[in-house]
Every structure is written in C-alpha cells, then in structure tokens.
C-alpha cells in the first residue's frame, strides 16, 4: 500500500503528477485546494470563510483542513492507498495525519518534493490564471504571497519527514512524462 504526500510550492506539478500517478497506482487523490474550493462552490459557511483567506494567498486554519482530511479517510476505510497534494501544509498538519492514520493502522509511506524556483512558479500560476479563473493566480503579488506562505509555515514540513527518513526531493522543472518517470522510480523501489 502506497500512502504518498506530494509536496511543495504553489504550482510545482502536485496535481499534474497526482493525475498521472492515480492512473497507474489508482491511489484515492486527497488535495485540500480542491477540497475547499468545493466547499467555496456549494456556499458553505465553511467554504465562504475559507474562501476570504484563500483570495488572499494566506493558509486556513489547521483544524479546518485536518477535519476535512480526517472525513475523507474514514470514508475511504478500503481506499488502496492515498495521494495527498497540498496537505499537510504546517508541522502541526503532519502530526495529525499521522494520528489519524495510525487509528486506522495505516502510516505515511513516502514524501516526494517537487523542486522548482520562484521565477517558473510566478510564470506557470499567471499562464494558469488565464485560462482557470482561480482567483489566487491573478497577480504576481498574490502568488508571492502564496509563496513566502510556503517558505514560512510548508517548507518546515520536509524536515518533519527527513526525520522520519520518507524524504525524496525531485528537480520539478522539466518535462512533465520525465518528472512523472522519476516519481514512478521513487514509489517503486
Ligand atoms: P492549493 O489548491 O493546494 O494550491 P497550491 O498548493 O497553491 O498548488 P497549485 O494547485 O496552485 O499548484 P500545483 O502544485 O498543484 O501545480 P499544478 O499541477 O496545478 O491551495 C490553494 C489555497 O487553499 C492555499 O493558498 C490555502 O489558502 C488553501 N489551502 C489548501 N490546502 C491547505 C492546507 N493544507 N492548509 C491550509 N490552507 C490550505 O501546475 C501548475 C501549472 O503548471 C499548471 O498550469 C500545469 O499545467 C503547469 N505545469 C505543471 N507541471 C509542469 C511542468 N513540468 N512543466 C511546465 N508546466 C507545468
């Protein structure tokens, strides 16, 4: 069983390469993005309170995205294995998904990190903007928040894991079949 966190800064290929890697482990794909922007299109109280914070590039709250996360793995109690893109996203995240899997005997099989500099996300995030209508990639300014978000409360995370030795890092830029190849060498061996 493969439960793999995809990890690293805003537009580094965490959904692109979840896509690829669904198809060939068939994981249940987690992404708390996705998950709140669903919570955002049903105009949920949750969803509407998420939504003032995302606009502004800054993180919800831990226990919003833990709860979120916790819900969605007890309802996948036979899921043969989960990819989680853009959770956790603090230390205090990691920790709890780590408690929450151990409830159900399950542990963090691998973390992947996805290199790539600020100069190709910004460029990536404001080609994506035009055509996604994601409110996040309109400007350069947000996105820079979005990342100086990442450097101050994400980036910390990699060190969780390296501590617990499921630390991979991988070169994020470049094409998107040779990055997935990579990925594939890492959950394989
Ligand atoms: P979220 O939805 O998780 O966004 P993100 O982490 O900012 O990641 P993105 O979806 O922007 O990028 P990605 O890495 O998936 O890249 P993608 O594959 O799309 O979070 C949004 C907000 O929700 C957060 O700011 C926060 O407010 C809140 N939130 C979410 N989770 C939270 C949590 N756990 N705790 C607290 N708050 C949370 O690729 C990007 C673009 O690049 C695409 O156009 C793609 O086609 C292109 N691309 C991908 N790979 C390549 C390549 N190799 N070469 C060229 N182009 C490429």
Same mark, same amino acid.
């Given at each position: 069983m493969i439960n793999l966190v995809l990890f690293g800064p805003p537009g580094a290929g965490k959904g692109t390469q979840s896509e690829n890697i669904i198809q060939k482990f068939g994981l249940i794909h987690l992404s708390t993005g996705d998950l709140l922007r669903a919570e955002i299109g049903a105009g949920t109280a949750l969803g509407l309170e998420a939504k003032k914070l995302m606009d502004q590039g800054i993180l919800v709250p831990d226990a919003v995205v833990i709860g979120m996360i916790e819900n969605k793995i007890n309802d996948n109690k036979t899921a043969p294995g989960f990819i989680f893109d853009g959770? !956790? %996203?603090t230390v205090a995240q990691a920790e709890a998904l780590d408690q929450v899997l151990a409830k159900h005997d399950l542990e963090i099989t691998t973390m992947i990190a996805l290199e790539v500099n600020e100069e190709v996300l910004t460029s990536r995030l404001l080609e994506r903007g035009k055509t996604s209508? %994601? !409110? @996040? @990639?309109?400007?350069e300014e947000l996105i820079r928040k979005r990342v100086q978000e990442y450097n101050n409360?994400?980036? !910390?995370?990699a060190n969780y894991y390296l501590g617990q030795h499921k630390f991979n890092s991988i070169n994020g830029i470049g094409e998107i079949d040779q990055i997935f190849a990579e990925i594939v060498a890492i959950l394989e061996s």
């Open positions: 959770f !956790p %996203r209508g %994601r !409110p @996040d @990639d309109q400007n409360k994400t980036a !910390p995370v």
